[in-house]
């Protein structure tokens, strides 16, 4: 039996690895259906349904205009179709759609499937951390693995070099999205801690809003290396503290401190403290002038961190992600970054 | 018995470490003898000698100008007297006076005397690389500890804050190097491994001669996150082949991922080479234009590490350090980084 592989997302980072995938499972053909679903919510796009646009043009002008994809890779708008008999789930759409969707495919996948989530983000209420892939996995009673690492979408289709890192509990399916995903211009490494790979990807954020005031400061580079740094232990002493199978050597990965190099030198939660910390204007204000009124990241996730801790009397114990928020949420003055 | 401490050096990070030192050694009266000798290398200064003008006006004008000195900091421009009974000796010069230095100060130091290494880069012969640190302990016969971190000395001198790390064998030596060193805004973490920290501080030039080719050619920031991590790793494997000491969480410390991060950002290494990809021009003629013909250290430290690997049919090990020697040396193409 070879396995089916759906792509459930088409947003920016969902195209970018629907092409890899799409690509990927040709190599294979002993192993993959060359067929790969991609589901798409069905949307508008100038007059013309959006997976009608993708399945002609093989490209998403909306979330990923100018790069072609294969032509295996199929959008499908309707999700219990798109996920039928699937055996190889590829989670990439934003976190506050996990449940329904997981609802909707109860009971149609494959006996034998299982999933890989690359969603960002943690859900972390003052009692309990969810990670995503927990989630799915619960949900849908399948393992499931995480992939996450410095990658900007656009640089990935774009076929510039970087790295990536998958965390699977189990060997073999570590080797099957290998596989799936590993290029020349996109390089894979597996390890075995899925939670800490998850963990990295949302916490990074919090890290760099810290980067951010400081460069609003206009201090210097190494004060913002010692920001990263310290961001990195809390990373790890977070990770290790409240979820025992984090490991060390995990931080070391793409996934830990490339992509907090990454982020805490461009990107938008870099970008937005920075200029809370030139401006003084409150974050609702910054984000509805640079970010169209989304929200930022790594400030909600300080706040949701800071919330976690202070609910354990360990806010102390995590000085720069506490101060962050302090500093966003309670008028503590910049420099106490 | 207090201890006697002389500082030998007097160049941007030695007048800069000496400020410190000068002001710590005060904070522990019954730890310290209160003055420290700061040994000059005798120059003209507009006409008069800098080691009198530092001493009348509590300022390195040459090397470190606009920071007061502590006036118990004081400058000796022979290097016997200032030497003479000192049981703390802080190294902080030009790698190439190490072995003339010591040879004068044989004998004049105190029995007790431990050191510790600020001397930035190693020796490495093709049948061996040398630590200076090292170098120092077997010409003078006592303990040596090294120093480094993500320290520019303009920013320690400005007391903007930034980390280090005091790698020492011996605990006793660290703890006293900790309170020698450690301010609010220079902190310092002592590890035991001192030669991981050596070797960081000398590896790191050549990972940013790679980071600024991948800026030189444009690529994006998740590119240059995958060199930077990547070159971590093979400073670690470097350190962890050649020297059985070399532990994993240095690389976590300020001498490593976070002074790694900042000589990628910025510094010379990374702006030659950028250089070098952009206009094609040799390495030399680029170190007459913009370094006024200083020679390059991440260079000559990717010629030497590539000789010592080769002799060791050792080079395809280290892919990326060997690369960048290819690329340098070589005319390898530059996309190959």
Known sequence: MKDKVCVIGSGNWGSAVGKIIGENVLKYPGLFEPKVNQWVFEEDYHGQKLTEVINREHENPKYLPNIKFPSNLWAVSSLAEASQDASVLVFVLPHQFVRGVCEEMRGKIAPNARAISLIKGLEIKPDKVTLFSEEIARQLGIQV???????????????????????????????????????????????????????????????????????????????????????????????????????????????????????????????????????????????????????????????????????????????LFTTVYRIIYENAPLESI
């Open 145 to 319: 693995a995480a992939l996450s690492g410095a990658n900007i979408a656009d640089e990935v289709a774009q076929q510039r070099f970087c790295e990536t890192t998958i965390g699977s509990q189990n060997k073999e399916d570590g080797e099957l999205f290998h596989k799936l995903f590993d290029t020349d211009y996109f390089k894979v490494n597996v390890i075995r801690d899925h939670v800490g790979v998850e963990l990295c990807g949302a916490l990074k954020n919090v890290v760099a809003v810290g980067a951010g005031i400081s460069d609003g400061l206009g201090y210097g580079s190494n004060t913002k290396a010692a920001i990263i740094r310290l961001g990195l232990m809390e990373m790890r002493k977070f990770g290790q503290t409240f979820f025992g199978t984090v490991e060390d050597t995990t931080f070391f990965e793409s996934c830990g401190v490339a992509d907090l190099i990454t982020t805490c030198s461009g990107g938008r939660n870099r970008k937005v403290a920075e200029a809370f910390a030139i401006t003084k204007k409150p974050i609702d204000v910054l984000e509805k002038e640079l970010l169209n009124g989304q929200k930022l990241q790594g400030t909600l996730t300080a706040q949701e961190v800071y919330h976690f801790l202070s609910s354990r009397q360990m806010a102390n114990d995590f000085p």
